[in-house]
């Protein structure tokens, strides 16, 4: 069994900022790509940035220059730091790990299980 467990979030006015945090445990043999994703109402999960098992990361538009995601892969844990926020940035935050098990080798996605982000004007 892996988890990943999310921590972070709230809410904030726009122009604050936010960290969120997401730690994956249990039958862990390896990670390779980690990532956010978020879930506005009424809308599709949308991508927002993800990070290689390198280090290499990859940013929605709409985030770029605003977000940071980091990786510690000795904690297993993936970070996303928001700055600037916008009221448009309100969705809940699901976090993404593609984790090969170590009970079987096969590798699949895991996902966290949320968190809110609401930003007012």
């Known amino acids: 069994q892996v988890q990943l467990v999310e921590s972070g979030g709230g809410s904030v006015q726009a122009g604050g900022s936010l960290r969120l945090s997401c730690a994956a445990s249990?039958?862990?043999?390896?990670?390779?790509?980690m990532g956010w994703y978020r879930q506005a109402p009424g809308k599709q999960r949308e991508v927002v940035a993800t990070?290689?098992?390198?280090?290499?990361?990859d940013y929605a538009d709409t985030v770029k220059g605003r977000f940071t995601i980091s990786r510690d892969n000795a904690k297993n844990t993936v970070y996303l730091e928001m700055n600037s926020l916008k009221p448009e940035d309100t969705a809940v935050y699901y976090c993404?790990?593609?984790?090969?098990?170590?009970?079987?080798?096969?590798?699949?996605?895991?996902w966290g299980q949320g968190a809110q982000v609401t930003v007012s004007s």
């Open positions: 993404n790990a593609k984790v090969r098990d170590s009970r079987n080798w096969r590798r699949r996605d895991y």
């Open positions: 249990g039958t862990i043999f390896s990670i390779d790509d």
């Open positions: 990070i290689a098992s390198g280090g290499s990361t």
